[in-house]
């Protein structure tokens, strides 16, 4: 179910949301985030896709958000390969790069994201994925959700299948009743948050 509100008008309310977003976040102090992102990293470990899962894809969270080198560590020791986004602000796209440590030298690529360093990046096809995580700053229960604005996720959701398990992790404030989209926007499957693990009602490709 997508909102009857024009483009103008999507852009507008996503800004809006962006800046409220980001300023709870800022009020979030460290020992809550780390808590919060403990908590999160478990509900995403015990879920089936998961344990199934063989390829796991997953974002290098900045100081404001989930944190998830727990996530990547624990995918790795449990034999799980495991992929990072490259970010290519010149084409806008995402690019895949495979690591095998945490222990790593990392480098501040497009938005301060960390990166590793080229000597340590090996690229990746993104057909060997089959599980994702994203992040994000709003979702709601149709799995729509609100980046930060660049497209690259959006993008590199319609070059997936739509079989690859899509997880998006938030805090629980993040969750928002319904959030803007546009028909370009993908959702995704599933929604974790400290408090719930959310099987979006779009997770099976159904329009709502």
Not at 40 to 45: D, E, S
Not at 131 to 155: H, M, Q, S
Request: glycine share 8%; aromatic share 10%; net charge positive.
């Amino acid at each position: 179910m997508k909102p009857a509100i024009n483009s103008e008008s999507i852009v507008r309310a996503k800004k809006a949301i962006r800046k409220t977003i980001i300023q709870k976040r800022e009020k979030l102090g460290d020992l809550k985030k780390k808590e919060n992102s403990i908590a999160i990293a478990k509900r995403l470990f015990g879920m089936d896709e998961f344990k199934k899962s063989k390829s796991v894809f997953c974002f290098l969270s900045t100081s404001a958000e989930v944190q998830t080198d727990w996530i990547i560590r624990e995918s790795l020791s449990l034999g799980k390969q495991v992929l990072v986004p490259l970010l290519d602000s010149e084409k806008a796209s995402l690019q895949v790069a495979y690591i095998s440590s945490m222990d790593i030298e990392f480098v501040a690529g497009v938005y301060g994201v960390r990166e590793p360093a080229p000597k340590f990046r090996k690229e990746a096809q993104i057909s060997n994925i089959d599980f994702v995580v994203a992040p994000g700053l709003a979702f709601d229960i149709f799995g729509n959700r609100v980046g930060y604005g660049g497209g690259f996720y959006d993008k590199f959701f319609k070059k997936i299948s739509r079989d690859v398990t899509r997880v998006a992790i938030g805090y629980g404030f993040q969750l928002l009743g319904k959030v803007p989209c546009a028909e370009l926007d993908e959702p995704v499957h599933f929604l974790i948050t400290e408090v719930t693990t959310l099987r979006c009602h779009n997770s099976k490709g159904i329009k709502v």
